[in-house]
């Protein structure tokens, strides 16, 4: 057992303590803090003045989420088993904002039915889903009334049946979004809980007595204000850690995880080949005792230590893979996880997940959606890096830069209009030549940026209309929507811009959520047919990687590792290689390592290499093939 007297160096040879330790670090905007072979000589309750965060129960913490998880880290085998999931090319779809294909200004099953030669054209293997379930849509769906109904605006079961029927005969897969963790307060289960205390669907979700009339613990929700939800009939409080609608489930209940159980199964025997399951690695709750202030206010949110790695969260997802997914693919969303967390959860070995999500690349260190900043590429270097060094044969990364709950990633890095069909390309290099499998978000592939937002009125998600609410406490409107349009998650869900037409050919309705204005610029029929459009260069790119193996299952190697300013690696198989480099800044860089001998250039976000590498500049070579 770990002690307060252990050493840093020491807690870093385990997989949870090498994770918390680097999350800590990342936070403090020190990344490297703990690799300083000084500092990893002393003793773990320095941590606190290390961090900037000397306050009481950090360190407390931390040993014990270390000491309670005591596993074993997963072996480095020598090869990497073949799966079609880890060569497949994914595409996220929002069904809400895809295709409406029945005027009433919302996306639907027949609409996106109707856009398969699109994805086929692409080059996209399986299509994602995020949730179609029935629901009252507080959370856009991610607060399911319903786990075996169609939302109505989408469609109905028989509009499901078609469109995976005609998904299968195109050879695409379809991934199904699992929301596992909570239901809406509007469910059957729920419903029965508060009519009926006594019933057997109570325990499906987490009560609690409160404390002098006030919540039963210090929790705070992921959506703003407390985790809490009081109920008077029984004078008791309801957790939820996402809006106030969507009531967390009790997993401890094993009548509650027959019935998921169940329900997957019910999926699983429709056809549907993989899941992804939404915040899968909170299902597991500790305890309900006060989580410490330090720690909330460094991550944001408070209790957060006692539900990401919970006690039986490894025996929860052995027995969801045993008793429903059996050999259906999965990707965990694993919230917090870093690469070592992600190891235990996905190791082949385990039994657990296929793959999962993690978000450390997805802000700088510090830094999150919340923030107004220029994302500085030149951090993904040390991020790849090590993820495709360290992860081991047995795990199989997961590669994106954008979904339904982040602003478009070319936003992020540069405004700069010159700029985005750059940017975006030398994204799709990253994506598509690193190892891992691909999961390109809908309309990344034209290049699609982030919209403004003229009021609150204008919103519809309610991530940023709760913190819009909640910064109105002390900050003028004006304030409130600037720092809520930084991150806003609306940016992702403007509708799928199609062509030039009028809501750019989404729909002849209303639309539920404004178009982006640069529709007329931005919009896939006019990149299907320009050559040299970001489209095509994500189709030609997509191509080149299903023509070779080496770009999905070759060894990586890095060139140059200690340049800040350029990444450049090999992917390398026994009769092939191809050899990329990228400028990871918006000046001019010279170029340190001649394209080796024998390559010749393939692809490029300049359609050709020159003397030097340009901003963002981004080219693909290729060995001659070996016979
Ligand atoms: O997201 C969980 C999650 O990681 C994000 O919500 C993020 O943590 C949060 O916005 C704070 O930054 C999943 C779904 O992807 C998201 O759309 C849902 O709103 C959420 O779970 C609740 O189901």
Known sequence: MFTQKSKLKELYQTPVGKDLLDTLARYAQRPNLFQNPILANLKIKTI??????????????????INSANETPPPFPPAITKKWWKEAVVYQIYPRSFQDSDGDGIGDLNGIRRRIPYLKEL??????????????????GYDIRDYRKIMAEFGGMEDFDALIRELHANGIRLILDMVLNHTSDEHEWFQKALANPQC?????????????????????????GP????????????????SKKQMDLNWDNPGLRAEVYDMISWWREKGVDGFRLDVINLISKENLEDGNNAIGALVGFRGIEHYFYGPHLHEYLHELREKAFRDAYTVGETVGMGLEMCRMLS????????TAFNFDHMDNPGKSRANEYRYDLRFLKSHFIKWQEEYGNNCWPTLFFENHDNPR??????????????????LCVLQFTLKGTPFLYQGQELGMVNASFSSVNEYRDVEAINRYHELLKGRTQEEALRITSWGTRDHARTPMQWDSSENAGFTTGEPWLKVNPNYAQINAEEETRTSGSVFQFFKNLIALRKESETLVYGSFRVSGRKEKDTFCYYRESENE??????????????????????????MGNYG???????PYEANVYQSIRRR
């Open 123 to 140: 080059g996209v293997d399986a299509v994602w889903l995020s949730p179609i379930y029935d629901s009252p849509n507080d959370d856009m």
């Open 227 to 242: 985790a809490w939800n009081r109920y008077e009939e029984t004078d008791e409080w309801g957790l939820h850690l996402f």
């Open 577 to 602: 290689t191809f050899y990329i480099e990228i400028n990871l800044t918006e000046h001019e860089q010279p170029r340190n390592h001649a394209a080796p001998p024998a390559f010749h250039f393939c």
């Open 347 to 354: 190791a082949e070995e385990r039994g657990e997940l296929c």
């Open 200 to 224: 057997v669907e109570r325990d499906y979700y987490i009560w609690a007595k409160g404390r002098d009339g006030d919540e039963p613990n210090n929790w705070t929700s992921f959506f703003s």
């Open 409 to 426: 990633m070319v936003s992020k890095i540069n405004p700069d209009p010159r700029l985005r069909e750059v940017i975006a390309k030398l």
């Open 608 to 614: 050709r290499a020159a003397e030097s590498l340009r």
């Open 48 to 65: 606190g003045r290390l961090i900037g965060k000397n306050a009481p129960g950090v360190t407390d913490a931390i040993l014990h989420l």
